[in-house]
């Protein structure tokens, strides 16, 4: 089971409104087939398992992370390709929330003399469906917030563009392939020039579409961002109208959507959230200044912290102190979800909701 959910894993964030499940197919002790649900949500896992397995996989055992799909969609269940195959026993994680399918497979495997275990690492991956959990209760997308600081919590370097090491980066990379959406700011865009995408060898192809707030449409057009808008879903959220900048803006491609404003004056979070929801993201990754970040926490709206500490204090040369507030929302050790050593840095992942 840990094995498929490693496999899980590959595609998170890309599998649309379907889950990203991971299986494994053993025969005889040994693993003769491994799947994952295809970039997109199709084929699902087990279909992918199954047809790539190397040997017959009559009689053999399937290890799924989410239990099989039992409803008719746009292809058959995945309890009916199980049965059809002839496997003999069935062991999957946890339940599938989709009411469609909810506690439906075990039955249904019953009546067929397949057996069927469930339970098993569901504490593990519990966690990992967070995003798709609130997927079915929610009407929000799940929101992961990622920033790096100093060894002194300073989130701006002002001698250099980067404060962590190139561990750290490639990590944030992968962060990034696990989202199918990156929200940043005109701010940010003015000042650092981000590219926004997954620069990782192989991973290039899961880099996420971009949703930029711009509420007076400030963007320069020479951006990085810009400039690579035909290669990467680009998407800017508004709420000053400027005709001729929308017209330039739509010649690259880029999609336009006015949002209204908050009493403040900024443009209204939850009404983004519910359009980015629209449009067809599910997990997205707020790379940008404190400002955002401390508006979503202050409105209950992260689901997910990642905060990358650098083994280097910047003391003079550093600007932005956020450990005051890193304190307040994030001061409780039970919402420590993982820590991972990055050869001096470190990442740690706080559980907000």
Known sequence: MNLALAEAKKNLGKTKENPSVGCVITKNNSVIGIGSTSIGGRP??????????????????????LEPCSHY??????????????????????????????NKSKQIFKNKKVHVINGICSSLTNDFYRSYFKLKNNLLPFISIKIAV???????????????????????????????????TSNT?????????CRIS????????????????????????????????????????????IKLLKKKGIETY?????????????????????????RILIESGM??????????????????ISNKNLGKNGQCNIKKKIKFFLGKKNKINERVNLFGDKLINYKIN
């Open 258 to 282: 006015k949002i209204s404003n908050d009493e403040e004056g900024n443009l209204d979070l939850k009404v983004a959230m519910l359009k980015a929801r629209d449009l067809g993201f599910n």
């Open 44 to 65: 699902h896992a087990e279909h992918n398992a199954i047809n790539f397995s190397k040997k017959i996989v009559k009689g053999s055992k399937i290890y799924v992370t």
């Open 73 to 102: 969609g746009v292809t058959q269940p995945c309890t009916n390709l199980i049965i059809r195959n002839k496997l003999k026993q069935v062991l999957f994680s946890i339940k599938d929330p989709d009411f469609r399918s909810y």
């Open 150 to 184: 100093s060894k002194d919590y300073y989130s701006i370097n002002k001698r250099k563009k980067w404060i962590t090491n190139n561990y750290s980066r490639a990590r944030g990379h992968l962060l990034r392939s696990y989202h199918d959406c990156i929200l940043t």
């Open 291 to 308: 400002t955002l970040i401390n508006n979503f926490l202050i409105n209950n709206l992260a689901d997910d912290f990642n905060l990358f």
């Open 202 to 245: 192989g991973l290039s192809h899961k880099s996420p579409a971009r949703i930029i707030f711009d509420n007076k449409l400030r963007v320069p057009l020479k951006s990085k961002v810009i400039k690579e808008s035909l290669k990467y879903r680009t998407i800017i959220f508004f709420n000053k109208s400027n005709i001729r900048k």
């Open 189 to 197: 865009i003015i000042a650092d020039n981000p590219r926004l995408t």
